[in-house]
């Protein structure tokens, strides 16, 4: 019988059962899904008393038996009962069709029989009297097996079917069917990565449930105590070491493997997930290497995966891109275009917007729903490097290893920002996204991808402008005014700001903060949107193409508001070279681009901006906050610096409401820039404003413990001062439940 990379040896008990017992010659690194989050799955019944858990063994790299075949084999005395094993090698794929799998479990179920059935012998022989001699077919070794198998209670052990060429692994699954409804009462146990879950559920109808065996850090301790026990040099080891290595190990390598699985009693076909954490045991190793107690703990204190651990991933998932490479079809370019998407995407990706994203045509003007693959294929297509969580649907990496190994190894494209620029410009020219209504509530559930393109189409292209990308941008961007993908950027823009300025705090400072043409306009040119992004090309062709900066719909600032509000220097620069446009409006109602940059924190912009001799920096927004406000009120130091090195600036400047940066910086828990400010004589660190509150008040409403010690440090700072409703700093602390500023201010009560 071949079994892969492994070799068997048979026994006969007493009472004339056969048990195979399997001896795989695997080492520690051997199998590439291995890595944390490639499981193997395990599938059984429920009824076997065979497989009844007395224990949890904890396998180690000593111990070179299949765990299940062992099991089943010492429990197996007495019993009419035969056991009967495969091993698939992605290797030896070739070999390992359904009819030879078939057939090597049928030779070893009928070796062990004293009487062999009649049906089977005449079978047989008959392929013996043909022309040189040939093995049964498929559909006779299924019938021969059907027949041994409701003879006696049969257990059929196959390991990694995920190994198993996807055309062959359905012939075989569909034979394992045949053979459970003719034979009820064999079971089938077989390991396999988690996407080959949903083939079998298909293949054997009705019978497939799933339970995971996560591996927690007891088991990583049971490992490690079991390890240190069998310590070669127990001289080299004392408590306070064993208790540092009990400690640290399983803290770094959380979520890496000492090979552990339980068997339980299971449910038909049963799939167990088997964790390995190969790192534990890698660490383990390096330390028990060293002769004595001082090099062991140096080695503990410069522990990494070390060479054994990285050449394990390197030969793993080099196996798995190979195996990826086998595939037919064009699952190799969906495998590695997921892979790509996950790796460089700005954000988690849904396992709906993924599939969309790979369903996109590049050079079709068509969006076809029906080339939107399924998740489950992009899981069988990366071969496991791949997994869905099931409570988000966010697809990840099995593990962060995979981007450093795919990384290194260039297998992904080498113009991946490019590529996804295109897609997702592609997308958002689709007739069928440009069909869409105006209203972005009534659109993005029905189309999964349209989020993200639109916020981040930009980011990617920016990052690498081709000449595809370039052209679908100016066709976008040309006809962006109306275009459902900006209303959808403003949308998550006006968000962001309005979560910057903590508007959903009561009586907060940013709750009446007037953005860029919010309320103002519906209207988002094609101009401001490359501004928005940085892409000067695009802003360079626009202008070239006729796009008037002040044309109707746009203030002539408001592009150059977009650009500095997201730092972007060599666009602010270029806009600047336009006479039309004013860094300093007479309309007051938005924030000015020097306003915009002090509040994000934007230095280079800050400086290009202050160069110009028409850009004012007192000049405040309608509610009197000036560049130094937003600077403080966001908790821009170098904003900061860069403003009061001016000598027009005043660092105790009130705004309409009498509130100071000193109060913004305070109410934002803005530690150091609060230092910053006390340091100038001209900061009040009292000053009430119109709503007779200080900044110790908004400290102690908000919880800022160490702020509102430093405000105590001053003597004019007083915890009792009532605002106009009555209430001190004192009442707020205390209202809030921030107990350890109550106690902060209780102390200077004392005092």
């Known amino acids: 019988m071949k079994l892969g990379n492994g070799s068997s040896r048979q026994r006969n008990l007493a009472n004339g059962t056969l048990v195979v017992r399997v001896v795989k010659a695997k080492k520690l690194f051997y199998f590439a899904m291995e890595i944390l989050g490639s499981e193997r799955h395990l599938s059984g019944n429920k009824d076997s008393s065979l497989c009844r858990e007395e224990s949890k063994p904890v396998l180690t790299s000593y111990d070179d038996s299949s765990l299940v075949a062992d099991r089943l084999c010492d429990q197996a005395g007495g019993q009419n009962t035969a056991v009967s094993c495969f091993y698939f090698d992605f290797a030896a794929g070739k070999e390992q069709s359904a009819t030879n799998v078939l057939g090597s479990l049928l030779k070893q179920m009928v070796g062990g029989i004293e009487r062999i059935p009649e049906e089977i012998l005449r079978a047989f022989q008959q392929q013996r009297t043909t022309l040189g001699g040939r093995r049964p077919e498929l559909v006779n070794i299924i019938k021969m097996l059907q027949l041994v198998s409701s003879s006696r209670r049969t257990f059929v052990c196959i390991d990694a079917i995920d190994e198993c ?363 401001e949107c490359a501004s928005f992004f940085g892409i000067v090309e695009l802003v360079v062709a626009l202008r070239r193409m006729g796009s008037d900066i002040s044309q109707r719909y746009i203030r002539e600032d408001a592009a150059l508001v977009w650009a500095a509000r997201n730092g972007h220097k060599h666009t602010v620069e270029m806009l600047l070279g336009n006479r039309r446009i004013c860094p300093r409006p007479s309309d007051c109602s938005y924030l000015t681009p020097l306003l915009y940059a002090a509040w994000k924190g934007h230095e280079g912009v800050v400086n290009i901006l202050l160069k110009r001799q028409d850009v004012c920096l007192r000049e405040p927004d309608n509610h009197g906050r000036t560049p130094l406000t937003y600077a403080a009120w966001g908790g821009h130091e170098g904003v900061m610096k860069i403003l009061l090195e001016r000598t027009q600036v005043s660092p105790g400047e009130p705004d309409n409401h009498g509130r100071t940066p000193l109060s913004y910086a305070v109410w934002a828990g803005h530690e150091e820039v609060v230092k910053i400010l006390l340091e100038r004589a001209e900061v009040n660190p009292d000053n009430l404003d119109i709503f007779v509150r200080t900044p110790l008040s908004y400290a102690a409403e908000r919880g800022h413990e160490r702020i509102a010690t430093i405000l105590l440090t001053r003597e004019e700072v007083s915890p009792h001062k009532p605002d106009k409703d009555g209430r001190t700093p004192l009442s707020y602390a205390a209202g809030n439940g921030h107990e350890r500023v109550l106690k902060i201010l209780l102390g200077r009560e004392e005092e």
Not at 242 to 255: A, H, T
Request: charged share 25%; net charge neutral; with cysteine.
């Open 165 to 527: 060429a996807g055309e062959q692994r359905a012939r075989l699954l569909d034979s394992l069917n045949e053979i459970l409804v003719k034979a009820p009462g064999t079971r089938i146990f077989a390991t396999g990565r988690p996407y080959v879950r949903a083939e079998m559920e298909k293949r054997l109808p009705g019978h497939v449930t799933s339970v995971s065996i996560n591996p927690t850090k007891e088991n990583v301790i049971t490992y490690l105590r079991a390890r240190l026990g069998r310590d070669e040099t127990p001289d080299a080891m004392d408590e306070s070491l064993e208790e540092e290595i009990l400690e640290k190990i399983p803290r770094k390598v959380s979520g890496m493997y000492v090979e552990a699985m339980a068997l339980r009693t299971l449910s038909p076909y049963r799939l167990m997930h088997i964790f390995r954490f190969p790192l534990a045991s890698l660490n383990i190793e390096e330390i028990l290497r060293e002769s004595t107690i001082y090099r062991r703990r140096e080695r503990l204190s410069k522990m990494t995966p070390g060479w054994a651990a990285l050449w394990a991933l390197e030969d793993a998932y080099g196996t798995t891109i190979e195996r990826m490479k086998a595939q037919d079809g064009d699952k190799l370019r969906l495998g590695m275009a997921a892979l790509m998407w996950i790796i460089h995407a700005e954000r988690p990706l849904r396992a709906e917007e993924l599939c969309h994203a790979l369903g996109v045509e590049l050079g079709s003007q068509d969006f076809n729903a029906s080339n939107v693959p399924s998740a489950s294929t992009l899981v069988g297509c990366c071969q496991g490097l791949i997994t869905v969580d099931k409570e988000t649907s966010i697809v990840r990496l099995i593990h962060h290893t995979v981007k450093e190994y795919l990384s290194a190894h260039h297998h992904i494209s080498n113009k991946p920002h490019a590529e996804m620029a295109e897609i997702c410009l592609t997308y958002l020219n689709s007739k069928q996204v440009k069909a869409l209504s105006a209203n972005p509530s009534a659109v993005t559930h029905d189309n999964p991808f349209l989020g993200y393109c639109s916020l981040y189409w930009g980011v990617h292209a920016k990052m690498d402008l081709s000449g595809g990308a370039r052209s679908l941008a100016l066709t976008l961007l040309q006809e962006y005014d109306g275009h459902i993908s900006g209303k959808l950027l403003l949308e998550q823009v006006e968000h962001q700001d309005r979560w910057d300025s903590g508007s959903s705090f009561s009586r907060d400072p940013g709750s009446d903060v007037r953005f860029v043409r919010y309320g103002h306009s519906s209207h988002f040119s094609g101009l």
